[in-house]
């Protein structure tokens, strides 16, 4: 993808839900919502403080991030469906949990 947001955003690709319950009962694609749930892409170099003091991006290319259910602006870029969102509407990163220790 040929394409970098500007100032404090993101690009994101929303992550699939489940298809089944945890009971096995198959989900059809009219009930799903959409998910709330994507890996950020690509990012912007960071907003700019009235100083001209850049801020730079807490999230990073990579990241797996919630963001909220009206986040963002649809967009699609090379036949792939995108969100471009601030990095305010970013609820936080989900960090994959470390694996238990052997006593």
């Given at each position: 993808?040929?394409?970098?947001?500007?100032?404090?955003?993101?690009?994101?690709?929303?992550?699939?839900?489940?298809?089944k319950t945890?009971?096995?009962?198959?989900?059809?694609?009219?009930?799903?919502?959409?998910?709330?749930?994507?890996?950020?892409?690509?990012?912007?170099?960071?907003?700019r403080k009235?100083?001209?003091?850049?801020?730079?991006?807490?999230?990073?290319?990579?990241?797996?991030?919630?963001?909220?259910?009206?986040?963002?602006?649809?967009?699609?870029?090379?036949?792939?469906?995108?969100?471009?969102?601030?990095?305010?509407?970013i609820l936080?990163?989900?960090?994959?949990?470390?694996?238990?220790?052997?006593?």
């Amino acid at each position: 993808m040929q394409f970098t947001p500007l100032h404090d955003r993101v690009v994101v690709r929303r992550i699939e839900g489940e298809e089944k319950t945890k009971g096995g009962l198959i989900i059809p694609d009219t009930a799903k919502e959409k998910p709330s749930e994507g890996e950020v892409i690509a990012v912007g170099e960071g907003a700019r403080k009235d100083s001209g003091e850049l801020i730079p991006m807490t999230v990073k290319a990579g990241d797996r991030i919630l963001f909220g259910k009206w986040s963002g602006t649809e967009v699609k870029l090379d036949g792939e469906d995108y969100l471009i969102m601030k990095e305010s509407d970013i609820l936080g990163v989900i960090t994959p949990g470390k694996a238990a220790k052997a006593a």
